[in-house]
């Protein structure tokens, strides 16, 4: 069975700073990585998402994570946030049949 | 493209009766719908798998007779709570995929918050 570690339930950040939220999984056969944001009240958005390829996937609003196989993770990193960026970020695994599995998710909480 | 919605968005009902929460694809045919449940501060629980046509495919723990799933069109599913307590107040999220292709995407729902009196 596959299961999501996201470790940090929360992570303060001060605006401008970098930050990374951390993910990893388990899985005994080839997964597809997910990292989706959830703002209050509303449902998730995807933010990026690794198939195949090349390790370094990014979103379009400065996110980046690595699929690192090795070490069975999948980090979202941005070098500079935003207070628009505090919301809930999960992270997510898929094998087959289109079954997502989810971790408990990472609050971020940006502050002026 | 791929907007999925869902209605109502907030229900308040009383406990013993029924709530029907529509999820619906508005530009694009969903062949498979999803339903997860979302407990506070907690991840998203997969309630069921459903394809257009045929019978829900539900995980294990999840009453099906408690919760009923309709996929009636390829634009629409419905979760019924049926005989709703207080415990299954939660934040109900649909989604919808375009095939079922592993690497078919997902568009979800903005959700349902339901609350059982």
């Known amino acids: 069975a596959q299961s999501v570690t996201q470790l940090d339930s929360q992570v303060p950040v001060f605006e401008e700073a970098p930050v990374e939220l951390r993910c990893n999984y388990s899985?005994?056969?080839?997964?597809?990585l997910f990292w989706y944001v959830q703002y209050p009240n509303q449902g998730l958005q995807l933010l990026l998402k690794?198939?195949?390829?090349?390790?370094l996937v990014e979103s379009i609003n400065g996110f980046e994570a690595e699929f690192n196989k090795s070490q069975t993770s999948f980090h979202l990193r941005k070098p500079s946030v935003h207070i628009s960026d505090t919301a809930e970020y999960f992270c997510?695994?898929?094998?087959?049949?289109?079954?997502?599995?989810f971790g408990t998710g990472t609050r971020l909480l940006v502050s002026p | 493209g791929a907007v999925v919605s869902q209605h109502p968005s907030r229900v308040i009902c009383k406990s013993g009766t029924s709530v029907k929460i529509e999820c619906r694809s508005l530009?694009?045919?969903?062949?498979?719908m999803f339903w997860y449940r979302q407990f506070p501060k907690k991840s998203l629980m997969l309630m069921a798998t459903?394809?257009?046509?045929?019978?829900?495919?539900?995980e294990q723990g999840v009453e099906k007779d408690k919760f009923l799933i309709n996929h009636a069109s390829l634009t629409l599913s419905t979760l019924t709570v049926t005989s709703a307590h207080p415990e299954d107040s939660s934040f109900y999220i649909c989604?919808?995929?375009?095939?079922?292709?592993?690497?078919?995407?997902?568009?979800f729902g903005p959700g349902t918050r339901l609350t059982v009196l």
């Open positions: 530009d694009f045919q969903a062949t498979t």
């Open positions: 899985s005994s056969v080839s997964v597809y």
């Open positions: 989604s919808a995929s375009r095939g079922r292709l592993d690497n078919n995407e997902q568009f």
């Open positions: 690794y198939l195949s390829g090349s390790t």
């Open positions: 459903s394809n257009e046509g045929s019978k829900a495919t539900y």
């Open positions: 997510a695994v898929r094998t087959g049949f289109q079954k997502l599995v």
